[in-house]
C-alpha cells in the first residue's frame, strides 16, 4: 500500500539548525523523523512511500540520495570494502514531488493524486508523528467498512487544566485536559481515492476533507491511548530524543534487542 508523506512545512516552532530545514529532517538519535515514521510504515510491511516535498527539499532528496546504511545497520569492513548485515531502505521505493513551497496539506494530496490512482486504499501521514499503535489493526477495521476515511484519534496531549466556572464566578471544579471525554486529530490516515472529492484546490484534509466526510458518515475514527508523540517544537523533540538516548523507544517496533 501506498504511503503519502507531507514533508513540505515550515517548521516555524522548532528551530535550532539550517533556516531552510524541514521540520521532518529534524534528528532523533542519528536518523532524521522522516526516517522513523517511514520505518514505521516499513516494519507493517509498507514501503511505497510518495514523498511530498516543499520547504527545504534539498535537505530530503540530499539525505536518501546520498544515504548511509552503516549509520544504523550493523556491517563488517573487509579489504575496505563495507559488507552490511541488514538494510534500512534497500526494498523501499520512494517518489520524490514537488508540490509547492506554500501548498497546504490538502493541495499536496491533491497534486500526488495521480500518483494513488488506481489504488484501492492508502495511507497518510505528516511525517513528523510518532507511535506504537498497531497499524495493522487501523487498516483491516477500515478495509471491513464503507468509509472513504480514517483518522487516528488520541487523547489531548497537552498538560493544562480546565476549570470549571460556576455562575457566581467561583471555581467548580479543575480536570487535567487528558482526561476529558475528547479526542484530536493523531495525524495517521488510511484513504480511499474518493476522498480528493471532497478536497477543493487549496483545500484542508482535515478541515475540509475529513470535516465534510465525517457529516455524511464517511469517516471512520480509529481511538488509540496507547504511545503517541507529536513533535512539533523543541522540546518535544528534546523529550523525544531524551527517551530514544535511555532505550526507551516504543516508536521502533522493528527493533529487537539492541536499537539503534
Known sequence: ??????CGGYGMR??????????????????????HVMRYYAHFGHR????????????????FLNYNETESNDFVLRGGKVELLSSDISDWTI???????????????????????????FLANY???????????????????????????VPPQESFHCVELAEDGMAASITPVSTMPIWENGGFFVLRP???????????????GC???????????????????????LKERSALEARYR??????MPWVHGGAR
Open 95 to 121: 517518489t520524490f514531488a514537488h508540490t509547492g513551497v506554500e501548498s497546504s496539506i490538502g493541495e499536496r494530496l491533491r497534486r500526488v493524486r495521480h500518483l494513488v490512482e488506481g489504488e484501492e486504499m
Open 246 to 251: 535511555s532505550g526507551d523507544r516504543p516508536w
Open 48 to 63: 511505497d512511500f510518495v514523498l511530498c516535498l516543499g520547504h527545504g527539499a534539498k535537505h530530503i532528496t540530499d539525505f
Open 127 to 153: 511525517a513528523d508523528v510518532l507511535t506504537d499503535a498497531p497499524l495493522d489493526k487501523m487498516i483491516d477495521r477500515f478495509a471491513a467498512s464503507d468509509a472513504v476515511a480514517a483518522m487516528m484519534a
Open 194 to 208: 474518493e476522498v480528493f472529492e471532497h478536497i477543493p484546490e487549496d483545500g484542508c484534509l482535515v478541515e475540509d
Open 1 to 6: 500500500m501506498k504511503v503519502v508523506l507531507f
Open 211 to 233: 470535516a465534510e466526510l465525517a457529516k455524511r458518515g464517511q469517516l471512520m475514527a480509529y481511538p488509540y491511548r496507547g504511545f503517541w508523540h507529536a513533535v512539533d517544537t
Open 14 to 35: 522548532m528551530r535550532g539548525g539550517p533556516d531552510d530545514l524541514p521540520k521532518p529532517m529534524q534528528r532523533l538519535g542519528p536518523r532524521p523523523l522522516l526516517w
